[in-house]
């Protein structure tokens, strides 16, 4: 009998070079760069490009695929009156989910995907991947304004693919800062190996299943509190504690009673979340331009923080990218229900990285169980029981 591991703990279940974690060191990195020297020095898009590519992209190149992205943010108002008859109390991760999947029925191209084998044209794969990395951003931007009974911002082709989408969302000029900071958030959350979400990718890519229904059946892993919903908690958990001062009370009466204190610990991680460091030094950044004259909840993040580690660091539990990420996105005035949504923007650029390295050596998952059940049995006439 095989042996039962709940969760596939630490099953390999594909091989892959697009990223790494040693989780003891507290290091990640994507095709072998790490984290931080991508945070300090690149942009989105051109992390994409390496995800996708797997080298770092010529000054050419990654003009050709900017301008790309941009040629693809514009959407169809077939999907835009889709949104509009959506419900508005919606979850934006349910409407991202719901559209995602039907971009195939308003973009067609799938005629690679149609026979029993793998694609192999780079070119779709390549292109695919663009309109679907440049059409989410967009769709979560619009949606904020259309929940609210308004019609969308166009796009502007001058704006960075960060840039764009804080003008798209607020309808304001974006301030530098603040967009160089979501830029490395669209960074950070880019690719982290084979979670729940890329799990997802992998056995629906698999079944040769079209890009926008991988990416859907991502989103909806992605949706779940334990997976990428846990910055909209934290926030909600920092906004309960109130103050600074009421940090360390509500951190032990959580930890006596056996609670989750949210953005705290990383399944991979025995040390602080690489990303968490690189957000702190950007939150201490902007705190320091705007001479502190910011939102309360850093302060409070920071008091919980210091608490955490007091009492759990011992444990291998330290503060992961969610404990920072959402109350940045709130500075930037982003509401709590959207944070996941964009984690989805960012992750969409691994998820397509590890959708194209399915393709390129394709099986069908069919993973096998250790059954429970009742032995073969023979069936009783209903008139008999």
Known sequence: MSEYLPG????????SNISDIDGEQGI???????IEQLAEHSTFEETTLLLLDGRLPT??????????????????????GMMKNL??????MEMLQTVVASLGMFYPGNECLTGSDACEDINYIHNMSIKIIARIAPIVAMWQHIREGYDPVDSRDDLSHA???LWMLTGKEPDPLLARIMDVCLILHAEHTINASTFAVLVNAS???SPYSVIASAIGALSGPLHGGANQRVLEMLQEIGSPEKAEEYVDKRLANKEVIWGMGHREYKTKDP????????IDQYMETKAGDVNPMFDIAKAVEQVCEDRLAHKGVYANVDFYSGILY???GIPADQFTAIFAMARAAGWLAHWREQLADNRIFRPTQVYTGEPIRKYVPINKR
Do not use: C, W
């Open 87 to 92: 419900p508005n109390t919606g979850h934006p």
């Open 28 to 34: 990640l990195s994507y095709r072998g760069y790490p």
């Open 59 to 80: 000054r050419s190149e990654l003009e050709t695929f900017s301008d790309q992205l941009k040629e693809n943010r514009r959407l169809k108002f077939h999907t835009r």
């Open 330 to 332: 709130t500075e930037m």
């Open 8 to 15: 596939l703990a630490g099953v390999p279940a594909t091989k």
């Open 275 to 282: 990303r968490a460091i690189i957000l702190q030094k950007l």
């Open 163 to 165: 840039e764009n989408f």
């Open 207 to 209: 079944t040769l299943s």
